[in-house]
């Protein structure tokens, strides 16, 4: 028999006062009242008292019910209570509700000297988390909180549910079940065998823990039992983070070759937290994977990495490239708060050697970046600090050529609106970079600049641009270029040792005539616009290296920028004229953007604008972008370089989302032509395509393809992936297959199969 609740005394005073109100002929009918004549009282004569009305059986029940003033709440159609037995009855929609738990039956009694309720026909409890225990008979203690249950139904907060022979409510809110079966599935999928189920000997729900625990219990696949569980945990619905073991990943790479990914999860506390795996393979060593992180209030830090000790790796040509040694690598990044003006950022990334992570499949970066970000904002104006280090994957990467940068600073200063009737900035930066094998630069620039912004009465709009600025450069070890700058036997990036100078005025005029239409619901916009810059030619001393403005490219977003370069360093010199024209049409489900412009400059620009960048020449090539919306179904991005005298594409790239239910697909076109001489902008064609379909509600196709269009390799097909996916709300079950054709030192090309399997409430 359950022992008594202290908290059972309300519900004990609520049945009492029950069976008081029985045994005080609480059950008579109550007599007819009789209505007054209407002419008994003049119409002039002030209303007495209202006569009350004799009360219900019920409304005398309730009535002292609610004089008791305790959390309590009893409701049945028909009452008994029997003296000799000290037993009170209670039939007919059966509801008593007490400190938040909530009990519903068909019938009910309660026997006042052992203190239990013993319920039937239909048997509900509901406890406060909204936990649903449901069973044919329950004998319960007046607390509501504990009791035993004979073929339970326990229903969770998600719809999970788990049934039993018997079980038993203790007060503490735990629930144990005997001869139990479990399983999500059947609120998506009905019959009785559902997706997947577990059956156990006895499960427990340990309400302080939040987990579901699992003795002598096997895993049921479609009424097909696949895995013995002799012991098994997860945490209840209620628990947003817990820890355990992760959905494993099971796979086969040409690298690898069988693998499994077993991953476990450690909830720290509400802040912090850390994931680790073991990646096991039948061709390396075990791998030791984890991953950190923390909310430390003012900020947030992941760090991670993985470490093996490997002997066995091998290149293409068998050629072992791992001779026992560690192999691993670390990252870490954050944000940081430090005060109402100042944040930091930080990244940092290792590896190594260059082939681990594309090697183990943790990561395909050929290029590794750390970093830290330091900004202050102060109204309009602020401050930022910087530094970069590079650890390049590459075969061609060597170390000693590649920079560090420390520091980068930028600072401005930007004056309110109506300075000399438009704004001013005042601008500098100081940059350190340094290679331990390689030429060396430090640079200090200086600058102002003034813009104003006008608008005519015809609609003209116009822009108003000045700027000054001065650098200063010390160059150290220039016969010692990188890479880039060896290529083809000549060096446009590479300066002269020494201390240079330089300085730069320029001064620019933009105008845009915009002409808007805004019939039939359609939005149109059409503008031409035309620009004069004038600026000192022959800017570009060979004795200053470019270090930042190398990968510069004319396109539609900087055609008509006061300065065209990415950098500092490499400087859009010489007087200039720039038109383009901008159209744009907006409707209610179609936004179109198309702009096209050309330049015309007073000099040739130097080869540190080689050919193929946009620039060559005096004439610059066209350049053209398109920009279109349809509703939320369809992206499309167009950018584009044509020669200027042959029209012919040296650049054509293409980018493109359709989300068209059940297809879903994004791909992208790139050919550049253009005969750069530089080792890491080579000509190319390339087209990638990635996309889903959802074949029925349950079953998804997905795939993608790299393919090489253009004839400078063998090899036509990068890589491609495809693969099947099976999702219901009990399971998901996904199998892909990848492959890919890149050779790298020990990374060969080949097959990779990955098999992942997540059960709902077990992840």
Known sequence: MPRQHPRSRPLRRALLAAATALASGGMAPAGPVEAAPLDATPLDATPGPIPELPQSPAERLQAKLDSLGDDVSFSARRLTYEPTENKIYAEGRVRVEQNGYVLEAGALTYDRDAGTITARDGVRITDPDGNLIAADRAVVADSLAEGTIENVTLLLEDGSRARAATGER???????????????????????TPAWRLKAASVVHDKSAKRIVYRNATLDVFGVSVAPLPYLSHPDPTVKRASGLLVPEVGQRNELGLYADIPFHWAISDRQDFTGSALVSTREAPIAIGEYRRHLGFGRLRAGG??????????????????????????????????????????????????????????????????????????????????????????????????????????????????????????????????????????????????????????????????????????????????????????????????????????????????VSGRGGVRQVIEPIVQGVAAPQGLNDSAIPNEDSRAFELSTLNLFDLNRTPGLDAIDSGSRLTYGLKYRVLTDLLDLQVMAGHSLRTEATPAIFANGTGLGGTASDIV??????????????????????????????????????????????????????????????????????????????????????????????????????????CFELSLGVRDSNIIDRDVDPGTSFILRLRLKSLE
């Open 170 to 192: 203790l007060a503490n809110g735990d629930v144990l079940l005997d001869r139990a079966v479990y399983s999500p599935c059947v609120v998506c999928q009905g019959g009785d």
């Open 306 to 515: 993985s470490l093996t000790y490997d002997t066995d790796a091998e290149d293409a040509t068998g050629r072992d490239t791992a001779n026992g040694e560690f192999r691993g690598h670390f990252y870490s990044n954050g944000r940081f708060v430090l005060s109402d003006a100042w944040s930091l950022d930080h990244q940092i990334q290792w590896a190594s050697d260059d082939t681990f992570l594309r090697r183990t499949g943790l990561s395909d970066a050929d290029t590794l970046v750390t970093s830290f970000d330091a900004t202050g904002a102060y109204g309009r104006s602020s401050v930022r600090a910087r530094g970069f280090a590079f650890q390049g994957l590459r075969v061609e990467d060597v170390a000693g050529r590649t920079p560090f940068i420390l520091p980068l600073v930028n600072a401005e200063w930007v004056s309110d609106p109506g300075f000399l009737a438009g704004t001013a900035r005042l601008s500098g930066n100081v940059q350190l970079l340094t290679r331990t094998g390689g030429q060396d630069s430090r640079r200090i620039s200086a600058g102002a600049s003034w813009t104003r912004r006008l608008t005519s009465d015809w609609g003209h709009v116009v822009r108003l641009d000045a700027q000054v600025r001065g650098d200063l450069y010390d160059v150290r070890d220039a016969d010692r270029p990188d890479l880039i700058a060896e290529a083809g036997g000549t060096n446009p990036f590479a300066g002269r040792d020494g201390t240079h100078a330089r300085g730069l005025a320029r001064a620019g005029v933009t105008v845009s005539w915009p002409f």
């Open 624 to 729: 053209a972008g398109l920009e279109a919306r349809l509703g939320d179904r369809l992206d499309l991005v167009y950018r584009g370089q044509l020669d200027n005298k042959t029209l012919e594409p040296e650049l054509t790239e293409v980018e493109t989302r359709l989300d068209l239910h059940p297809v879903t697909l994004n791909a992208g076109y790139l050919r550049i032509d253009r005969d750069l001489v530089l080792p890491d902008r080579p000509d190319r064609e390339e087209v990638r395509i990635d996309g889903q379909l959802a074949v029925t509600d349950h079953w998804t196709l997905f795939g993608g393809i790299i393919r090489d269009l253009s004839d400078r390799t063998d090899i036509a097909t990068i890589e491609y992936e495809t693969g099947v996916v099976y999702s219901n709300c």
